[in-house]
């Protein structure tokens, strides 16, 4: 699936909003500012000013995690969306939002507890996941990019 599409993501080392290529071999992202690596191979943090520009108008869908760092549930997803990012690079990129500086996202997503994980396609919505819900997401994965 490689048709010059562009992510928009905040580079964390010049903060700029830059456009990475996704049509590239694996772990050749790079800011198209700085030219410093982008890593899209993991989950990349965002902070909620940011959702609409990398998770709304992203051209390929989107697993957003909502989490916190006291959340013990929260910290049983990180290898199974670790793993998801790794094998969907290209195809599919997986956020991570921190809670505890999110409450306006969280508000307007009617997300209310953590951990959620919102499946976006298209700059919809189109399934999630409440608490730790391993299956689930894997499947939400699967039916988000066939
Ligand atoms: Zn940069």
Same mark, same amino acid.
């Given at each position: 699936? *490689?048709?010059?599409? #562009?992510?928009?993501?905040?580079c964390?080392?010049?903060?700029?909003?830059t456009?990475?290529?996704?049509?590239?071999?694996?772990?050749?992202?790079?800011c198209d500012h700085?030219?410093? %690596?982008?890593?899209?191979?993991? @989950?990349?943090?965002? =902070?909620?000013?940011?959702?609409?520009?990398? $998770? $709304?108008?992203?051209?390929? %869908? $989107?697993?957003?995690?909502?989490?916190?760092?006291?959340? +013990?549930?929260?910290?049983?997803?990180? %290898?199974?969306?670790?793993?998801? &990012? +790794?094998?969907?690079?290209?195809?599919? $990129? =997986?956020?991570?939002?921190?809670?505890? #500086? &999110? *409450?306006?996202?969280?508000?307007?997503?009617?997300?209310?507890?953590? %951990?959620?994980?919102?499946?976006?396609?298209? +700059?919809?919505?189109?399934?999630?996941?409440?608490?730790?819900? @391993?299956?689930?997401?894997?499947?939400?994965?699967? *039916?988000?990019? #066939?």
């Amino acid at each position: 699936m *490689h048709s010059g599409k #562009t992510l928009r993501l905040r580079c964390i080392f010049c903060l700029t909003l830059t456009s990475v290529k996704l049509e590239r071999k694996k772990g050749e992202g790079r800011c198209d500012h700085c030219s410093k %690596p982008v890593l899209l191979d993991r @989950p990349i943090k965002i =902070v909620q000013d940011d959702f609409n520009e990398t $998770v $709304v108008n992203s051209e390929i %869908p $989107v697993l957003v995690d909502f989490y916190a760092d006291w959340c +013990g549930p929260c910290k049983m997803v990180n %290898p199974i969306i670790d793993d998801i &990012a +790794g094998r969907k690079e290209g195809e599919l $990129v =997986v956020i991570k939002i921190d809670a505890d #500086t &999110a *409450h306006e996202l969280m508000e307007d997503m009617k997300v209310t507890s953590v %951990p959620t994980l919102l499946l976006f396609k298209g +700059g919809e919505e189109i399934s999630r996941s409440v608490g730790l819900e @391993p299956e689930k997401i894997k499947e939400m994965v699967e *039916h988000a990019i #066939t």
